[in-house]
């Protein structure tokens, strides 16, 4: 594969102003695998002024014709699946399924959203009074500057480029420094589908925070997408507060599950294994916490040790691995710091707890009589570690269930009518009933308290780049 390690400013590739490069690095094996442009604040005004001077024009441009283009892009991404899941690999250091997975899930935002450009509401009424006419219409909110992390390096860069370009807003893309390559080959496939210069240009700027300051206090920069860290995206809503930018924040996650006493243990260690160990545990919807009921927990804990033990650890492009690398050793020590401090707490290693300096690789890991509040159930684990809390009553599960200041995701396994009373009182933007997984571009997909603000996918993502016009006529 043909690797773009430039920046993509004004429908040009091109490398950063003071010439300098930064390694990305094969997390299963530690080896550079290239260096990638760093961007100077001056490269990220560039794209701003070049996603301001396109914007009126594909503003303009009519909604079939945006939406085909990303079609277009969709297409492309099919037909090339096997090398976008080869670079996800590279630089992320995932498995094949997961990498594959995630190609899937990447592309398929560009085909909803294809279709969601042509169906943008708007609404006609008479005021109360009859005395005039009320016209809402919807459009584009602006240049919008898109931060995404590395835990998903091109899922989540469609998951904002196809609803910005749906509603008619040019693009400033900045991913994550681990994993820029993905983030290049999404927008060269934009390009070869034919969006026109200006609509998405790509920056690195490293370290990010002064650069995407000055970003944000742009005035035509309208819009901040951001996918990351809650701490960082609450640095960046005090930087969104000087301009009043609008804000779209996608953030950490810390996802209970809960089985219910009585739960079918067939399907409930099925979903949990999906829950914890799809993307190694690197999602923000990983199941962190586990509640399960004193009545089935020897069994759940018995199934799921059997079920992990099918995990073989190793690097990504061997295909048959079905557990990858951490992001990187500093990610990896992280996992393993927390699982040392869980059993100093009085929790039991049932398995795994091995971290391997070949690469930045954690194995399998289940832990049973982990104390509710102790760090492992607070932090965000983000690597495939189980973590099993007995509990007695089912209100009290659902009060440590909804002791976090996050609010992503959360499960619920067991009889469906109590499953969904459970799923009622978890504070979750996103409640899975009886599965493993939730994400589907056509549902919306956000958090409540402090794991976010605003929702992607489904028909409510594009709506995060309109703004409502009112106009009124006489009646
Ligand atoms: P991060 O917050 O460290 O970084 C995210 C992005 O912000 C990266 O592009 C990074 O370069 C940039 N960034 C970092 N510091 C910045 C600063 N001061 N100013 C501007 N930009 C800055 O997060 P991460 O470690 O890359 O990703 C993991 C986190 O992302 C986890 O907390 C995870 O839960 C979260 N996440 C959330 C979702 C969601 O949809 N809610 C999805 C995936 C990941």
């Not at 998951?159 to 040019?170: I, Q, V």
């Not at 832990?367 to 189980?386: K, N």
């Not at 976090?404 to 009933?433: D, I, K, P």
């Given at each position: 594969m043909?690797l773009?390690?430039?920046?993509?400013?004004?429908?040009?590739w091109?490398?950063?102003t003071?010439g300098g490069r930064?390694d990305?690095?094969?997390p299963s094996?530690?080896s550079?695998?290239?260096?990638?442009?760093?961007a100077?604040?001056r490269?990220?005004?560039?794209?701003?002024?070049a996603a301001?001077a396109?914007?009126s024009?594909?503003?303009?441009t009519?909604p079939?014709?945006?939406g085909?283009?990303?079609?277009?892009a969709?297409?492309?991404?099919?037909a090339e699946t096997?090398?976008?899941?080869?670079?996800i690999?590279?630089e992320?250091?995932?498995?094949?399924?997961?990498?594959?997975?995630e190609?899937h899930?990447?592309?398929e935002?560009?085909?909803?959203?294809?279709e969601?450009?042509?169906?943008v509401?708007?609404?006609h009424r008479l005021?109360?009074s009859?005395d005039?006419?009320i016209?809402?219409?919807?459009?584009?909110?602006?240049?919008?500057?898109l931060?995404?992390p590395?835990?998903?390096?091109?899922a989540?860069?469609?998951r904002?480029l196809?609803?910005?370009l749906?509603a008619?807003?040019?693009?400033?893309?900045k991913?994550?420094?681990?994993?820029?390559?993905?983030a290049?080959?999404v927008?060269?496939?934009?390009?070869?589908?034919?969006?026109?210069?200006?609509v998405?240009n790509?920056?690195?700027?490293?370290?990010?925070?002064?650069?995407?300051?000055?970003m944000?206090d742009?005035p035509e920069?309208?819009?901040l997408s951001?996918?990351g860290?809650?701490e960082?995206?609450r640095?960046?809503l005090r930087a969104?507060?000087?301009?009043?930018?609008s804000?779209s924040?996608?953030?950490?996650?810390?996802a209970p599950?809960?089985v219910?006493?009585?739960a079918?243990l067939e399907p409930?260690?099925?979903?949990?294994?999906?829950?914890?160990?799809?993307?190694?545990?690197?999602?923000c919807t990983a199941?962190?916490?586990?509640y399960?009921?004193?009545?089935v927990?020897?069994?759940f804990?018995a199934r799921?040790?059997a079920?992990l033990?099918a995990?073989?650890?190793?690097?990504?492009?061997?295909r048959?691995?079905?557990?990858g690398?951490l992001?990187?050793?500093?990610?990896r020590?992280?996992?393993?710091?927390?699982?040392d401090a869980a059993?100093a707490?009085?929790?039991?290693?049932v398995r795994?707890?091995?971290?391997r300096s070949?690469?930045?690789f954690?194995?399998?890991t289940?832990l049973?009589?982990?104390?509710?509040g102790s760090?492992?159930?607070?932090?965000?684990i983000?690597?495939p570690?189980?973590?099993?809390?007995?509990?007695?009553?089912?209100d009290?599960?659902?009060?440590?269930?909804?002791d976090?200041v996050?609010?992503?995701?959360?499960?619920?396994?067991g009889e469906e009518?109590e499953?969904?009373?459970v799923?009622?009182?978890?504070?979750?933007g996103?409640?899975?009933?009886n599965?493993?997984?939730a994400s589907d571009p056509?549902?919306?997909?956000?958090?409540?308290k402090q794991s976010?603000?605003?929702?992607?996918?489904?028909?409510e993502?594009i709506?995060?780049?309109?703004?409502?016009k009112y106009?009124a006529?006489t009646?």
């Amino acid at each position: 594969m043909n690797l773009r390690t430039d920046l993509f400013i004004g429908g040009r590739w091109r490398p950063g102003t003071d010439g300098g490069r930064l390694d990305v690095v094969d997390p299963s094996d530690l080896s550079t695998i290239t260096r990638f442009a760093v961007a100077t604040e001056r490269d990220c005004m560039d794209a701003v002024d070049a996603a301001a001077a396109a914007a009126s024009s594909w503003a303009a441009t009519a909604p079939r014709e945006r939406g085909e283009l990303l079609r277009a892009a969709y297409e492309i991404l099919t037909a090339e699946t096997e090398e976008f899941a080869e670079l996800i690999v590279r630089e992320n250091g995932k498995s094949w399924p997961d990498a594959v997975g995630e190609a899937h899930y990447a592309k398929e935002f560009f085909r909803w959203f294809a279709e969601e450009a042509v169906r943008v509401p708007g609404d006609h009424r008479l005021s109360p009074s009859g005395d005039k006419r009320i016209v809402v219409e919807r459009q584009p909110i602006g240049v919008s500057l898109l931060i995404t992390p590395w835990n998903f390096p091109a899922a989540m860069a469609t998951r904002k480029l196809a609803p910005a370009l749906a509603a008619g807003c040019t693009t400033v893309l900045k991913p994550a420094a681990e994993t820029p390559l993905t983030a290049a080959y999404v927008v060269e496939v934009l390009r070869r589908a034919g969006v026109p210069d200006g609509v998405v240009n790509l920056v690195t700027p490293t370290p990010p925070g002064p650069a995407v300051r000055r970003m944000i206090d742009r005035p035509e920069v309208r819009k901040l997408s951001f996918t990351g860290s809650t701490e960082v995206g609450r640095e960046l809503l005090r930087a969104c507060a000087d301009g009043v930018v609008s804000a779209s924040m996608e953030l950490g996650g810390n996802a209970p599950l809960v089985v219910l006493p009585g739960a079918d243990l067939e399907p409930a260690v099925e979903g949990a294994v999906l829950a914890k160990m799809r993307n190694g545990g690197a999602a923000c919807t990983a199941a962190n916490r586990f509640y399960v009921h004193a009545s089935v927990h020897d069994e759940f804990v018995a199934r799921m040790d059997a079920a992990l033990s099918a995990f073989t650890t190793g690097p990504g492009l061997d295909r048959a691995h079905t557990l990858g690398a951490l992001v990187s050793p500093a990610e990896r020590d992280k996992v393993a710091a927390l699982v040392d401090a869980a059993i100093a707490d009085g929790a039991t290693l049932v398995r795994g707890g091995r971290a391997r300096s070949d690469g930045a690789f954690y194995d399998a890991t289940l832990l049973t009589g982990v104390v509710h509040g102790s760090a492992i159930t607070t932090a965000e684990i983000f690597g495939p570690v189980t973590a099993v809390v007995r509990y007695e009553d089912v209100d009290e599960a659902v009060r440590m269930a909804n002791d976090t200041v996050h609010g992503l995701m959360a499960y619920v396994f067991g009889e469906e009518r109590e499953a969904m009373a459970v799923a009622r009182r978890l504070e979750a933007g996103m409640v899975a009933v009886n599965r493993g997984v939730a994400s589907d571009p056509a549902a919306p997909f956000g958090g409540v308290k402090q794991s976010g603000l605003g929702r992607e996918g489904g028909a409510e993502g594009i709506l995060e780049f309109l703004e409502e016009k009112y106009i009124a006529l006489t009646a």
